[in-house]
């Protein structure tokens, strides 16, 4: 029967930290009988991690993959309690900590290519045997997304893309018109993106409905199995808006958009050295053509 009963870490709940701001909780330890020459300890861990697979030369005619891979410790700290006389006894005994994260961590991130993440582990051995332990996931958020852009720099954005269509069974053609307006490009994680768009629909069929989405485009640096250095490219969905719009032929129609950006979300990336992940967005606006197999898709750089 172990010493040990139970093992605690009390920690704010649901909180999302900053980098450069700090983290304070307790360990609650909970024995049988006492403990003789115990190591209490909490460990403050960041780590990234990322693998896929990908073709080892395209240009052979038989398929031959490698795994990349590719890692990083972004923080790991450690605080040893100071046991007084060497010994515990039995009952409850709670140990404070604090520790702080440093200023230019990147943010919590996970996808099936790799991850970004933080913890803190509370442990208690006795004679080089692990008693009892436990983890806890945390969430932070970078802050320094914004620095090398020119955050004085403030004016309104507007993308425009169209797309011609030819509509064989009528023998007619037609184009549409996407116009999206933004008031800035530069956003903090947790704010809400307010766009304007144009719709010009000259073509003789309806325009039901137009997509919004926030898109995350992840540049993976890895290395192969050689030691070669590789990249990949992929790209997400942060968040989505469906807006029907009923757009009539030869109209004119104005949507009004609000996209809230979550929090955290890893920070757009202003260079690339020592950097496993680097991270990009785009506001997308999508309409498929009516009667056709293509869609317009108009892309609006976005900064977080």
Same mark, same amino acid.
């Given at each position: 029967?172990?010493?040990?009963?139970?093992?605690?870490?009390?920690?704010?709940?649901?909180?999302?930290?900053?980098?450069?701001?700090?983290?304070?909780?307790?360990?609650?330890?909970?024995?049988?009988?006492?403990?003789?020459?115990?190591?209490?300890?909490?460990?403050?861990?960041?780590?990234?991690?990322?693998?896929?697979?990908?073709?080892?030369?395209?240009?052979?005619?038989?398929?031959?993959?490698?795994?990349?891979?590719?890692?990083?410790?972004?923080?790991?700290?450690?605080?040893?309690?100071?046991?007084?006389?060497?010994?515990?006894?039995?009952?409850?005994?709670?140990?404070?900590?604090?520790?702080?994260?440093?200023?230019?961590?990147?943010?919590?991130?996970?996808?099936?290519?790799?991850?970004?993440?933080?913890?803190?582990?509370?442990?208690?051995?006795?004679?080089?045997?692990?008693?009892?332990?436990?983890?806890?996931?945390?969430?932070?958020?970078?802050?320094?997304?914004?620095?090398?852009?020119?955050?004085?720099?403030?004016?309104?954005?507007?993308?425009?893309?169209?797309?011609?269509?030819?509509?064989?069974?009528?023998?007619?053609?037609?184009?549409?018109?996407?116009?999206?307006?933004?008031?800035?490009?530069?956003?903090?994680?947790?704010?809400?993106?307010?766009?304007?768009?144009?719709?010009?629909?000259?073509?003789?069929?309806?325009?039901?409905?137009?997509?919004?989405?926030?898109?995350?485009?992840?540049?993976?640096?890895?290395?192969?199995?050689?030691?070669?250095?590789?990249?990949?490219?992929?790209?997400?969905?942060?968040?989505?808006?469906?807006?029907?719009?009923?757009?009539?032929?030869?109209?004119? !129609?104005?949507?009004?958009?609000? %996209? #809230?950006?979550?929090?955290? *979300? @890893?920070? +757009?990336?202003?260079? &690339?050295?020592?950097?496993? !992940?680097?991270?990009?967005?785009? %506001? #997308?606006?999508?309409?498929? *053509? @009516?009667? +056709?197999?293509?869609? &317009?898709?108009?892309?609006?750089?976005?900064?977080?």
């Amino acid at each position: 029967m172990s010493t040990v009963i139970s093992i605690k870490l009390v920690l704010p709940e649901d909180e999302v930290y900053l980098a450069g701001s700090s983290i304070a909780g307790q360990l609650v330890l909970k024995l049988r009988s006492t403990l003789v020459d115990p190591v209490v300890k909490v460990e403050l861990v960041g780590r990234g991690y990322l693998e896929w697979k990908q073709e080892d030369n395209p240009h052979l005619d038989y398929s031959r993959s490698t795994v990349c891979r590719n890692q990083a410790v972004f923080i790991s700290k450690a605080h040893n309690f100071h046991i007084n006389d060497g010994w515990l006894d039995s009952g409850v005994h709670t140990f404070d900590f604090q520790f702080s994260f440093p200023p230019g961590l990147p943010s919590t991130f996970t996808s099936k290519i790799g991850f970004i993440s933080y913890f803190i582990q509370g442990t208690c051995s006795g004679r080089e045997i692990m008693l009892a332990k436990e983890k806890r996931y945390l969430l932070l958020q970078g802050t320094f997304g914004n620095c090398g852009a020119d955050a004085n720099n403030m004016d309104p954005l507007v993308v425009e893309t169209r797309k011609d269509a030819v509509y064989l069974c009528c023998f007619s053609r037609g184009s549409v018109i996407l116009r999206i307006y933004l008031e800035k490009n530069i956003f903090s994680p947790g704010d809400p993106i307010v766009f304007v768009t144009d719709i010009a629909n000259r073509t003789c069929k309806y325009i039901r409905k137009v997509v919004f989405a926030v898109h995350c485009i992840v540049l993976y640096k890895g290395v192969n199995n050689r030691g070669e250095q590789r990249s990949l490219e992929d790209r997400s969905e942060v968040t989505r808006l469906e807006s029907q719009t009923n757009t009539g032929p030869f109209q004119v !129609m104005r949507v009004t958009g609000t %996209l #809230v950006l979550p929090k955290p *979300l @890893p920070i +757009t990336s202003m260079r &690339m050295e020592n950097e496993i !992940m680097s991270f990009r967005y785009e %506001l #997308v606006g999508t309409s498929t *053509l @009516p009667c +056709t197999q293509s869609a &317009m898709v108009g892309r609006v750089p976005v900064i977080v």
